[in-house]
């Protein structure tokens, strides 16, 4: 499982560094600049609680890619990690934002909202039990891009879960939840802060 993720990650660079150079429209690859510490075993429980609300529940290396193209981008996240020592969380991404500013300055920066679909694989080492998850949220964000920097600061609000293990004399069951953490809040965004690079053309106006 390990490796096909990490063959998608480099597929997904390349394909996006490709495309850059054929085509009018603006690619760009970011990272998650928090995921890499979500999943250290922290002295604090605080931390431990508090930094995976702050890295979007990503834990490892995360990459995003996608493209700009007029008021709209298009992005692909995959990520590789874990949250403690037994257990191992691949995810997958995809979604569509809309820049509210942009549609009436074309400078592709601003606010924007979207929505986004996330799959995750929750994989117990020792158990060898794994839980899958499907679960779609609305996005609120700010994107911000000099040259061909991007720092990219979003909130996340799920708003259902459908989860499928294989424990045994277990069923499949989907349930409409604010939060994936109620025992923390009934009403729980997550937060991400993303730095990147665009690649192809800077700022098109059209």
């Known amino acids: 499982m390990k490796r096909i993720f990490f063959i998608l990650n480099i597929l997904l660079c390349f394909n996006i560094i490709s495309k850059a150079q054929v085509t009018e429209r603006t690619y760009y690859l970011t990272t998650n600049v928090l995921s890499p510490f979500s999943g250290m075993n922290k002295s604090s429980a605080t931390l431990n609680a508090l930094l995976p609300v702050f890295s979007n529940l990503e834990y490892g290396f995360t990459l995003s890619g996608g493209y700009f193209k007029n008021y709209h981008f298009i992005e692909s996240r995959l990520t590789l990690g874990k949250s403690n020592a037994y257990n191992f ?118």
Do not use: C
């Open 89 to 206: 969380i691949p995810q997958i991404q995809f979604g569509y934002n809309f820049l509210i500013i942009d549609y009436f300055k074309k400078n592709q920066n601003g606010f924007y909202i979207g929505a986004n679909i996330r799959y995750w694989d929750y994989i117990n080492k020792y158990t060898k039990t794994q839980r899958h998850n499907i679960s779609p949220s609305i996005d609120l964000g700010y994107i911000w891009k000099k040259k061909r920097f991007i720092v990219d600061v979003r909130l996340h609000q799920n708003f259902a879960i459908f989860t499928k293990t294989n424990i045994a004399h277990t069923k499949s069951a989907i349930d409409f939840t604010l939060s994936p953490m109620p025992e923390l809040s009934p009403v729980l965004p997550f937060i991400s802060i993303n730095l990147g690079y665009k690649f192809g053309q800077i700022d098109k106006k059209k």
